[in-house]
């Protein structure tokens, strides 16, 4: 089946320091979706990609779909404390199809 | 903005009996989604349930461990039957509440069997 990897597992990052991580698929998709989760709490979505090489910000979040379609791509800029969680990538070929989430990259921001 | 509530928040079980999670959404949405996120673990999806008629169940989950009501466009319920320590994870809905391909989840179920 689909599956997704995601990279880094894990980073430790000074406050103000940019962080970049990616999400590649074995197959393509047509959507991709990014989530950050906290403790205690569900996902929460942070940027939706629809179309090959498109490129959305939210605040100080980017996020790209790759123009292969395998992969994406989320840069957070002067991180700060609250962005410390676990963020997930998901995607999904067509539109009906379920959403394959990847395993998450652990973001933890050092004062 | 749309939400989805989940309740409860959290329960500790004892193993052999079965709980039941409600998730309302404040908007009528097509189909509801259920997931298990295992301790340190991604989200795996359980099963998808649309209102009026069976759920469709993913490879390793079965009906009679996590049956699932959808009584009406709203609101859905999950049961995680006879439970075992092996079940102890968060439970979580979602939805497409805010369109296709965007979905929003519920805060999550933390279930520990003891």
Redesign the interface.
Known sequence: GQQLNQSPQSMFIQEGEDVSMNCTSSSIFNTWLWYKQEPGEGPVLLIALYKAGELTSNGRLTAQFGITRKDSFLNISASIPSDVGIYFCAGRGNYGQNFVFGPGTRLSVLP | SAV?S?KPSRDICQRGTSLTIQCQVDSQVTMM?WYRQQPG?????IA?ANQGSEATY?SGFVIDKFPISRPNLTFSTLTVSNMSPEDSSIY?C?AEV?G?????????T?LTVV
Do not use: A, D, M, N
């Not at chain 2, 673990?41 to 999806?45: H, N």
């Open positions: 989805i989940q989604f673990q991604s989200l795996t999806l998808t993913e979580l979602s805010l296709p391909g965007f979905y929003t989840f519920g805060s999550g933390r």
